[in-house]
């Protein structure tokens, strides 16, 4: 199974400010995702990030706000941009394994409080 | 819209109980359905995972079921221990159009295991 790290771990941020999330997996993989988990809630698909082509946002996320890169087949950033008190909440990155079984790795999340 | 509905909430049982966990889809129309454990600071363990196709996964003492008709699963746990407490997560695979698909996730049953 494929190993997941994001940095950093967690954060606390000053409204209007923009964190970069990192998530570097330690094998080639197809899919990349990135979740948001607000307090209390369930978590929620912010957008699909392929190699080589512009990430796919679900409904109610939109680039300006959650900006992807995905240079290669390893690693991936998601940054929170203009930040609000709103945007406090779990990023937690995931993948897709090369040829898998559809089973959906995790990365250990970072916990983004802004004051 | 596909919704995920996890009963119950939060459950607490003695050691050494058998417990079930039940999750719930309004739209039968999916790929798979996985069961996750999601402990803080550690991102989300994928325990098993249903194909469509399929009527049950066992690992362990995990057992996992699923009507895709009704759209029902429920998570089997035998001989409870302390180490299963944690936030177990429900989801489903689906469409997101094209050929993109995404899970979509229950808010969890949150299950302590007491010595």
């Known amino acids: 199974s494929a190993v997941i790290s994001q940095k950093p771990s967690r954060d606390i941020c000053q409204r209007g400010t923009s964190l970069t999330i990192q998530c570097q997996v330690d094998?080639?993989?197809?899919?990349m995702f990135w979740y948001r988990q607000q307090p209390g809630q369930s978590l929620t698909l912010i957008a699909t990030?392929?190699?080589?082509?512009?990430?796919?946002?679900e409904s109610g996320f939109v680039i300006d706000k959650f900006p992807i890169s995905r240079p290669n087949l390893t690693f991936s950033t998601l940054t929170v941009s203009n930040m609000s008190p709103e945007d406090s909440s779990i990023y937690l990155c995931?993948?897709?394994?090369?040829?898998?079984?559809?089973?959906?790795?995790f990365g250990p999340g970072t916990r983004l409080t802004v004051l | 819209k596909q919704e995920v509905t996890q009963i119950p909430a939060a459950l607490s049982v003695p050691e050494g109980e058998n417990l079930v966990l039940n999750c719930s889809f309004t739209?039968?129309?999916?790929?798979?359905l996985q069961w996750f454990r999601q402990d803080p600071g550690k991102g989300l363990t994928s325990l098993l995972l249903?194909?469509?196709?399929?009527r049950e996964q066992t690992s362990g003492r995990l057992n996992a079921s699923l009507d895709k008709s009704s759209g029902r699963s429920t998570l089997y746990i035998a001989a409870s221990q302390p180490g299963d407490s944690a936030t177990y997560l429900c989801?489903?695979?689906?469409?997101?159009?094209?050929?993109?698909?995404?899970?979509?996730f229950g808010k969890g049953t949150l299950l302590t295991v007491n010595p």
């Open positions: 989801a489903v695979m689906v469409s997101s159009g094209g050929s993109n698909y995404k899970l979509t």
């Open positions: 995931s993948v897709e394994e090369l040829g898998g079984s559809d089973t959906q790795y």
């Open positions: 094998s080639q993989v197809t899919m």
């Open positions: 249903i194909q469509s196709s399929q």
């Open positions: 739209d039968s129309a999916i790929y798979n």
């Open positions: 990030a392929n190699q080589g082509s512009e990430a796919t946002y």
